[in-house]
């Protein structure tokens, strides 16, 4: 028999959005907001990559590469954690890559490879994801269950 994994949010999380959908039980990563605005940025950082531009510029292409996909990663990695406590820690890493991929967005902008307001739109959507990372953090430290697959 399969257990199906899944995942009661009560309250919202804080932030510009809510991480999840309200009221909803979440049995896929899919269906976390916060996911699914993480795999949008990262889509969009892709597409900037394949500019000319970035191929002089291997290191900061890469760095930008692995930190923008590393957030869903994390997000995806930590929802299949057992304990809240361990999500939380994923989500954390997660943060860090969204601030990590905000910096480098602004590097590229100073050397040219993205514009002023591609580089703001972009910090903009990992400032978003970032506040929103905080609000489910919030939630799952303030429940902090040892076993996050059973029902409460």
């Known amino acids: 028999m399969i257990a199906l994994q899944s995942r009661q949010f009560e309250e919202p999380c804080t932030g ?4 999840y959908p309200k009221g909803m039980r979440v049995s896929r990563v899919e269906d976390l907001v916060v996911y699914q605005k993480a795999l949008a940025a990262a889509d969009a950082v892709s597409a900037l990559l394949k500019r000319p531009d970035f191929s002089k510029d291997f290191d900061l292409k890469d760095q ?3 930190s ?5 990663a994390l997000i995806a990695e930590g929802f299949e954690q057992k304990s809240d406590r361990h999500f939380a820690h994923y989500l954390y890493l997660a943060k860090g890559s969204a601030k990590e991929s905000k910096t480098h967005l602004r590097v590229a ?26 609000g489910l953090i919030e939630h799952l430290e303030r429940d902090d269950r040892d076993n996050r697959w059973q029902d409460s």
Do not use: F, Q
Request: no cysteine.
């Open 68 to 72: 923008s996909s590393r957030v869903p």
């Open 64 to 66: 930008l590469g692995n």
């Open 16 to 19: 510009t959005g809510l991480a």
């Open 109 to 134: 902008m100073t050397r040219g490879y993205v514009s002023m307001s591609e580089s703001a739109r972009l910090g903009g959507d990992y400032e978003e994801i970032k506040r929103m990372l905080e």
